[in-house]
């Protein structure tokens, strides 16, 4: 295995590109979804489990793991892989968005953000050189710089503002973070739903040379077709050798369209968050396994799955766990969607590898619109 980060963008197809980032702890193919494992755990979900579904990379959340067990006490413990026995690679995010959602609890300025823990009211401040420290001691293998996320919408303004800050902060960032062999940082592009912003934000941070590139600060409130416009404005400004990350999103048509215009890789809660809410995700469309339509169904989520979770159990079962708030339910219906979300990502990666790309995307929305998709 090398003893570097390398991404090798292998071809495309139809605006989507197949590749792959080698690093020390292992293979990351892309497009790549990255479970997210905010405190240590993929909620619901054994890490061997987690693996067996097909995932390169999980991530995990700075602002948490600072604060509860602590990124000192981690890194006396041997580091969060250690820790947590995941032997693969690890992002783990700046804190940023989750700072920035306390709202009241925290202060801004040029230096970092100051804020109260949500765990025990503690004052803590975070810079952007003391994010990278936090993730250097949690022992990450992608690391994500410090930026301010705007929720949209927002005046232009505003938007303009945490975005320069964003970028000032990157560089301080990348200095902080240095020449680490193996490990990569990654900027982040902000802009709100501004054209303009998100260009002059990608054209900066291209400038630092960094290992990739993210883009953050969507999924975040605005319609999917702004998401999709701020990415085909902001793509073709980065540079196309190097990994793209689009941060928190999403559902599967999401992933779809977004690797349909050249997104390598993307993380979000939503698998294992509706799973433990009674809502799974399939090759037929979601199912929403609470509705009463299910109670005396025994046929399973999905007969074709090589999931023992889509395929073993019926959905009577699944309905009378959820419905009876059984822990088990949760557990099961997480293990389908990670399961689903990987199963879709291994079918982009094929579809690219053949060059039929296009035709797995009218398939799969054409699976979708045939299938047994239930209200929410």
């Known amino acids: 295995m090398t003893e570097t980060f390398q991404f090798n963008l292998k071809t495309t197809s139809d605006g989507a590109r197949l590749g792959e980032i080698t690093m020390p702890r292992g293979t990351i193919r892309t497009p790549a979804f990255m479970p997210v494992g905010t405190v240590g755990t993929v909620k619901a979900m054994y890490l ?16 948490h ?15 969060l892989h250690k820790l947590i026995r995941w032997e693969h690679p690890i992002l783990t995010d700046s804190g ?58 927002a005046e232009p303004k505003e938007i303009e503002r945490a975005m320069e800050l964003s970028l000032r902060w990157a560089e301080r960032c990348s200095v902080a973070f240095g ?68 941060m928190g999103v999403g559902t599967p048509d999401d992933i779809l369209k977004s690797v349909a215009r050249g997104i390598d890789m993307f993380d979000c809660v939503m698998p294992t968050r509706s799973g433990r809410h009674g809502l799974a995700f399939t090759r037929r469309g979601r199912v929403n396994i609470r509705n009463a339509r299910h109670a005396e169904d025994m046929r399973p989520l999905d007969e074709e799955s090589s999931c023992p979770a889509a395929r073993d159990y019926s959905r009577a079962y699944l309905h009378h766990l959820i419905r009876s708030d059984e822990a088990l339910g949760g557990m099961l219906l997480s ?42």
């Open 48 to 63: 061997d489990q987690v693996r067996d579904t097909g995932a390169d990379i999980i991530l995990g959340n700075t602002y």
């Open 96 to 153: 940023g968005f989750q700072v920035m959602s306390l709202s009241g609890l925290r202060k801004l300025d040029e230096k970092g953000v100051t804020f109260k823990s949500h765990v025990d009211g503690s004052l803590h401040h975070m810079s952007p050189e003391r994010s990278i420290e936090i993730q250097g001691l949690l022992g990450s293998d992608i690391q994500m710089q410090l930026d301010e996320c705007v929720a949209l919408p």
């Open 179 to 246: 020449d680490q062999p193996g490990k990569a940082m990654f900027g982040i592009v902000q802009g709100g739903d501004q054209p303009a912003l998100r260009i002059r934000s990608a054209e900066g941070l291209k400038q630092l040379d960094l290992k990739g590139y993210a883009v953050g600060g969507l999924a975040v409130g605005e319609p999917q077709e702004v998401m999709l416009r701020m990415l085909e404005t902001t793509l073709p400004v980065l540079p196309t050798e190097k990994p793209r990350y689009l």
């Open 335 to 376: 293990w389908n969607n990670l399961h689903y979300y990987q199963d879709l990502m291994k079918g982009i990666r094929q579809s690219i590898a053949e060059g039929r790309f296009a035709d797995f995307f009218a398939e799969t929305q054409d699976a979708w619109a045939r299938g047994d998709i239930d209200p929410v």
């Open 65 to 79: 793991l600072m604060l509860r067990p602590g990124a000192e006490r981690v890194a006396r413990l041997g580091g």
